[in-house]
């Protein structure tokens, strides 16, 4: 009976085991990078009334935009080569962003 108990235990252990390390889950944001441009949300793919990290990824200046729905700024942010990430306000789908220079931002 002894032997039944181990070789059950062992068995459970070993299962569980296995089971545990196959159910690994990565979770990556989407990065999208944009250049020179007048886009809107819908352009960039963006969700509405979410925060989004910028961040310059190239060896180039740029510069960043945010209009909203009466062109009225909301957010502007100068972007040195290969920048620090910088947290864009949450915008509406009716807000403009425009992209300036050779830079490419990084939307996450």
């Given at each position: 009976?002894?032997?039944i108990l181990k070789k059950f235990a062992l068995i459970l252990s070993i299962f569980l085991l296995i089971s545990l390390n196959f159910n690994t889950v990565s979770a990556?944001?989407?990065t999208k990078t944009f250049s020179e441009g007048i886009y809107t949300i819908?352009?960039?793919n963006l969700l509405a009334n979410v925060?989004?990290?910028v961040q310059n990824v190239s060896g180039g200046k740029a510069f960043i935009t945010v209009l909203n729905?009466?062109?009225v700024l909301e957010q502007s942010i100068r972007f040195e080569p290969s920048s620090?990430?910088?947290l864009l306000n949450p915008m509406q789908y009716n807000y403009k962003i425009v992209i300036i220079g050779t830079?490419?931002?990084s939307f996450s």
């Amino acid at each position: 009976m002894v032997i039944i108990l181990k070789k059950f235990a062992l068995i459970l252990s070993i299962f569980l085991l296995i089971s545990l390390n196959f159910n690994t889950v990565s979770a990556v944001a989407e990065t999208k990078t944009f250049s020179e441009g007048i886009y809107t949300i819908n352009d960039l793919n963006l969700l509405a009334n979410v925060p989004y990290r910028v961040q310059n990824v190239s060896g180039g200046k740029a510069f960043i935009t945010v209009l909203n729905g009466d062109l009225v700024l909301e957010q502007s942010i100068r972007f040195e080569p290969s920048s620090l990430q910088y947290l864009l306000n949450p915008m509406q789908y009716n807000y403009k962003i425009v992209i300036i220079g050779t830079g490419q931002l990084s939307f996450s």
